[in-house]
């Protein structure tokens, strides 16, 4: 089973916010991602979390911080976004960095 | 650096056509390849893989192969289904810390 869980699907939230998206994968995969996706683009790689350590960063934003709590649960904290970061948000994983599992995603909507 | 380069979309087909959704690669050594599907409102879903010259990754009546020779992945169906219609990606790995290269996306309309 190839499973990666997002939470939650949708999520509209102020400018002034503070918001979490939530990921879970219970396959022993050793590597977590964030991506954001804008509409019919292909998604563009946030984060790389490999055995719980931040190991790529793509010169994202403070306003987006990831945190990686265990092996299994990556979260993606959300402050003070833009309307401009409205997008889905894909979170994956892998076990050796190779074939990447996508989750269903979150839809983000920054107002 | 790698990069991948696909068909522009739309593609759009009637009902039990052939498809062919070209994908040619750029890469230093030896990539991993991919084809994801994206249906509407949803998440990517791993379609098939290939990891060395000459596989052929098959599923769901897809089937892609890896030609060194000419680096390229063509995503090929015999007969496609309305319930086919999704945005195709292809993809590569070079297995930098796992980073995927993506193409553009292809999206693929099938009517009945």
């Known amino acids: 089973d190839t499973e990666v869980t997002q939470t939650p699907k949708h999520l509209v939230m102020g400018m002034t916010n503070k918001k979490s998206l939530k990921c879970e994968q219970h396959?022993?995969?050793?590597?977590m991602y964030w991506y954001k996706q804008k509409a019919k683009k292909p998604p563009e790689l946030m984060f790389v979390?490999?055995?719980?350590?931040?190991?790529i960063n793509e010169s994202v934003p403070s306003r987006f911080s990831p945190e990686c709590p265990n092996s299994s649960l990556l979260n993606l904290h959300l402050h003070a976004l833009q309307p401009e970061d409205s997008a889905l948000y894909l979170c994956?994983?892998?076990?050796?960095?190779?074939?990447?599992?996508f989750g269903e995603g979150s839809w983000l909507t920054v107002v | 650096g790698d990069s991948v380069t696909q068909m522009e979309g739309p593609v759009t087909l009637s009902e039990e056509a052939f498809l062919t959704i070209n994908c040619t690669y750029t890469?230093?050594?030896?990539?991993?390849l991919f084809w994801y599907v994206q249906y509407p409102g949803e998440g990517l879903q791993l379609l098939l893989k290939?990891?060395?010259?000459?596989d052929k990754g098959s599923n769901k009546g897809f089937e892609a192969t890896y030609r060194k020779e000419t680096t390229s992945f063509h995503l090929e169906k015999g007969s496609v289904q309305v319930s086919d219609s999704a945005v195709y990606f292809c993809?590569?790995?070079?297995?930098?810390?796992?980073?995927?290269?993506f193409g553009q996306g292809t999206e693929l309309s099938v009517k009945p």
């Open positions: 994956a994983s892998s076990l050796s960095g190779n074939t990447i599992y």
């Open positions: 396959m022993g995969h050793r590597a």
């Open positions: 979390y490999s055995y719980e350590k931040l190991s």
């Open positions: 890469a230093t050594g030896y990539p991993s």
């Open positions: 290939a990891t060395k010259a000459d």
């Open positions: 993809a590569l790995s070079a297995n930098q810390g796992g980073k995927l290269i």
